[in-house]
Every structure is written in structure tokens, then in C-alpha cells.
């Protein structure tokens, strides 16, 4: 007789989980939103240099940033307690994942237009060479994950 799975929660079970949750997302929305603020903050300066300086619009990307890290946790415990793969929470979810990661490359490569015109091409080859490794550490630690994981019972087996 085969049996449907029962329903993953969509919300931590005790308060210890409660707290490390709301923790994690508030933490998650505060590096957003320091992110989108700071980007606000730079300008070319006199002698046509970075520079860092205050700027108003900082709070309201801030704001912007804020939302968009809570938004994104709220998306992933909607799409987590989804069995159906097919379910619209969890295709919103990777869309939201495909935007969170247009705007962090966008993010990341916005300060370049800064730098020196003579130094740009030597900063974008180390930037590439940067990706290159961290793609490739990241492509190791995937591989050592399902190395170790590989020979683990699934739930409700037993040896």
C-alpha cells in the first residue's frame, strides 16, 4: 500500500526554530538592503575618482532592499511546504531567484564604471579570474555535498 508523504511544514516547529528563522530573513534583508543603499552612495568624484558620499536616496533602496530580502524567504517557505513541483510557489520562487541574481551581477559590476578608463580592462580579467575560482569552489563544495550525502538512507528506510 503506498502512502502520500505527509505535509513538509511551512513554518518552524518550535521557538528556538521561530527565532533562528526570523533571523535569518531579517539578516538576509538587511545585507539587501545595505547593498541597494550603498550603491546609491557612489559617485565619480573631482579628480574623476570613486567616491563614497551620502545620498537620499539611499533610504528609499534601502527600503526597497529590505522588502526584497523578506519577500524572498517568504517565497521559499511557501515553495518548501509545496509537494508539487509544478506548483506556482515554487515557480515563482525560481523566477524571484533569477531576479535576486540579476540584480546582485548588476550590483556587482555597477562600481566598475568608476574605475580609471586606462585600468578597466586589468580590473575586469581579475574580476574574471575571481568568478572563475569561486565558480569553481563553489562547483567542489556541490560535489563534496553530494559525495558525502550520496550513501544516506532516504526518509523511511532502514538498513
Not at 559617485?43 to 533610504?59: K, P, V, Y
Not at 533569477?98 to 580609471?116: M, Q
Amino acid at each position: 500500500m503506498i502512502t502520500a508523504p505527509a505535509p513538509r511544514p511551512s513554518k518552524p516547529a518550535s521557538a528556538a526554530d521561530d527565532f533562528f528563522v526570523r533571523l535569518i530573513a531579517w539578516c538576509t534583508a538587511a545585507g539587501f538592503a545595505g547593498m541597494l543603499a550603498s550603491l546609491t552612495c557612489l559617485s565619480r568624484g573631482a579628480n574623476g575618482r570613486l567616491a563614497i558620499g551620502w545620498s537620499w536616496w539611499s533610504l528609499p533602496w534601502a527600503a526597497v532592499g529590505f522588502a526584497a530580502g523578506l519577500w524572498f524567504w517568504r517565497l521559499l517557505w511557501q515553495a518548501e511546504a509545496e509537494l508539487n513541483p509544478l506548483h506556482p510557489a515554487r515557480r515563482a520562487l525560481i523566477r524571484y531567484s533569477f531576479v535576486l541574481g540579476a540584480a546582485a551581477f548588476t550590483s556587482f559590476v555597477y562600481p566598475i564604471r568608476f574605475v580609471d578608463p586606462v585600468r578597466r580592462t586589468e580590473v575586469l580579467v581579475g574580476l574574471a579570474m575571481a568568478m572563475v575560482v569561486l565558480s569553481f569552489m563553489g562547483w567542489l563544495i556541490w560535489s563534496a555535498i553530494r559525495w558525502v550525502s550520496a550513501n544516506e538512507l532516504k526518509d523511511g528506510e532502514s538498513e
